[in-house]
């Protein structure tokens, strides 16, 4: 346990490091994925048994809640993507937004693994398990595409709310349609989500210092305060703790032993 924590303590020190760096040479967002989370993935997945059939999985899952988290952002003016590139998806969702959050999601299941449980995958995901997260994953693409689609004039005050609101209540279906005891999990996805807070926030600050994303409609969203010099409401902070919790508790129950 202990090594593990002196393990934590150095990726955590690793990425303050290298954000400082990377704020100071205003790197666009491919740096910052490469430098921030590429790299501990390269390192670490050497050291694990995981099995490369997770990586078309989490890129699914990645591609339905970018799409979805993306969407439904821009349209309710929750935050505004700033792109280097010309390239956006649907007209709204920057190409690269999809590299990082594949890249973000597969990060935290690799480092949950290593230092949080047992350092290897199943060998072969449940089918009913499977079908149950491709098909939230293809809903979560279908919503986001209804949202650019049909529901663009649609405008929700408190959105950023009701998004973590929704989040949450997807999970407690998701728990309560598990065959597997969610009880032992939920400590581990809460100690994991605590521990690499620090871990996101410096994402946050990278973000926000390197004009990569900014919050604009302050007047709907809970509270909006001074962080790292820019305006950032509660809702973001609850956010960066709620997904990693969020996922980890996926990745358990229905792609992984669920202990």
């Known amino acids: ?11 955590t020190i690793y990425t303050a490091l290298a954000g400082l760096l990377l704020t100071y040479f205003e790197a666009n967002v491919l740096f910052v994925v490469l430098i921030l989370s590429v790299l501990p993935i390269l390192i670490i997945w050497r050291l694990e048994q995981l099995k490369t059939g997770l990586l078309p999985i989490l890129a699914l899952i990645s591609l339905g809640a970018t799409m979805l988290f993306e969407a439904y952002a821009y349209t309710n003016g929750l935050w505004y993507e700033l792109s280097p590139f010309e390239v956006r998806l649907f007209g709204l969702v920057p190409v690269e937004a999809f590299v990082a959050a594949f890249v973000h999601v597969l990060y935290f299941v690799v480092i949950y693994e290593y230092l949080f449980d047992d350092r290897k995958s199943v060998r072969v995901v449940l089918p009913r398990s499977l079908r149950i997260v491709l098909g939230g994953a293809t809903a979560m693409l279908a919503l986001g595409l209804a949202y650019v689609y049909v529901f663009s004039n649609i405008i929700l005050s408190g959105a950023f709310f009701y998004l973590i609101i929704g989040l949450c209540g997807v999970l407690a279906v ?28 410096v994402y946050e600050y990278v973000s926000l210092h390197n004009d990569l994303r900014f919050f604009a409609n302050y007047h709907e969203y809970i509270y909006s305060f001074s962080l790292f010099g820019s305006m950032v409401p509660i809702e973001e902070l609850v956010l ?11 990745y358990e129950l229905y792609l992984d032993d669920g202990k």
Do not use: C, E, N
């Not at 598990?178 to 581990?188: F, N």
């Not at 960066?240 to 996926?250: G, R």
């Open 174 to 201: 998701l728990v309560a349609t598990s065959h597997r005891s969610w009880r032992q999990v939920l400590g581990k996805a809460a100690l994991f989500a605590l521990s690499v807070f620090p871990v996101s926030l």
């Open 1 to 11: 346990m202990f090594d593990r924590l002196v393990y934590l303590l150095i990726l």
């Open 240 to 250: 960066i703790l709620v997904v990693p919790f969020w996922l980890v508790l996926i």
